[in-house]
T-cell receptor, first 109, second 113 residues
Framework: GQNIDQPTEMTATEGAIVQINCTYQ??????LFWYQQHAGEAPTFLSY??LDGLEEKGRFSSFLSRSKGYSYLLLKELQMKDSASYLC??????????WGAGTKLIIKP | SQTIHQWPATLVQPVGSPLSLECTVE??????LYWYRQAAGRGLQLLFY??????ISSEVPQNLSASRPQDRQFILSSKKLLLSDSGFYLC????????????FGEGSRLTVL
C-alpha cells in the first residue's frame, strides 16, 4: 500500500529552527509537495521537490532523498504566524497526490 | 490570474438531508478539478476528480456524487447525508506549471447532526 508518515505534532520556540520530517512509500514517484494549512483554512502550496537535494525559498527549505523515501521541511527564524499544520504529499505514478496526515506545529514565545 | 471559490463556507445539516457544494474556477480553461475531504487529524482524502465537462472519476465508493456541468464548475452532492459525511470539504484545481501543484478553494465545513 501507499503510505506517508510525518509526526503528529511538534513544538518550537519563536526565532528558532525546526525540521519536519516526512517518509513515504508510494507506487512510483513524480514529486513531493509541502503545504501549509492554518486552522480552519485551506492548504497553501509551499514547495515542490522532484530531484534530490535542497530547495530554498526564503525562511523555508525543503529537502528530498528519493533513495531513502525521505523529505524534510526546514523552517528558520520561526514566527508566531508559522503556527499551522504542515502537509507532506507525494505524486505517485498515476500523477495522483498521496497525502500525509499533517504535522501540527506549535510555536511558543 | 486564476482564482477558485467554493461555497457555502459552513453548513449544518440533519441526517438524511441533501447536500450541494459548489466550486468555480476563474482565469483558466479546462482545468483538472478535485474534491477532497479532510477529517480531523487525518490526511486529505480524494473523493472525485474531473479532467473535463461531464468526466468524473470517483476514488471512494460512498453516498456522494459529483458533476461538472460547465468547464469551470464542479459540484459535490448527496441525496441523503450520513453522520460520517461530516468534515472539511475542499475543492482544488491543478496548476498548469510543470510542478502541477494544487490550488485550493476556501473550504466548506459540513456538520451532519
Amino acid at each position: 500500500g501507499q503510505n506517508i508518515d510525518q509526526p503528529t505534532e511538534m513544538t518550537a520556540t519563536e526565532g528558532a529552527i525546526v525540521q519536519i520530517n516526512c517518509t513515504y512509500q508510494t507506487s512510483g514517484f513524480n514529486g513531493l509537495f509541502w503545504y501549509q494549512q492554518h486552522a480552519g483554512e485551506a492548504p497553501t502550496f509551499l514547495s515542490y521537490n522532484v530531484l534530490d537535494g535542497l530547495e530554498e525559498k526564503g525562511r523555508f527549505s525543503s529537502f528530498l532523498s528519493r533513495s531513502k523515501g525521505y523529505s524534510y521541511l526546514l523552517l528558520k527564524e520561526l514566527q508566531m504566524k508559522d503556527s499551522a499544520s504542515y502537509l507532506c504529499a507525494v505524486m505517485d505514478s498515476n500523477y495522483q497526490l498521496i497525502w500525509g496526515a499533517g504535522t501540527k506545529l506549535i510555536i511558543k514565545p | 490570474s486564476q482564482t477558485i471559490h467554493q461555497w457555502p463556507a459552513t453548513l449544518v445539516q440533519p441526517v438524511g438531508s441533501p447536500l450541494s457544494l459548489e466550486c468555480t474556477v476563474e482565469g483558466t480553461s479546462n482545468p483538472n478539478l478535485y474534491w477532497y475531504r479532510q477529517a480531523a487529524g487525518r490526511g486529505l482524502q480524494l473523493l472525485f476528480y474531473s479532467v473535463g465537462i461531464g468526466q468524473i472519476s470517483s476514488e471512494v465508493p460512498q453516498n456522494l456524487s459529483a458533476s461538472r456541468p460547465q468547464d469551470r464548475q464542479f459540484i459535490l452532492s448527496s441525496k441523503k447525508l450520513l453522520l460520517s459525511d461530516s468534515g472539511f470539504y475542499l475543492c482544488a484545481w491543478r496548476g498548469v506549471r510543470d510542478t502541477g501543484e494544487l490550488f485550493f478553494g476556501e473550504g466548506s465545513r459540513l456538520t451532519v447532526l
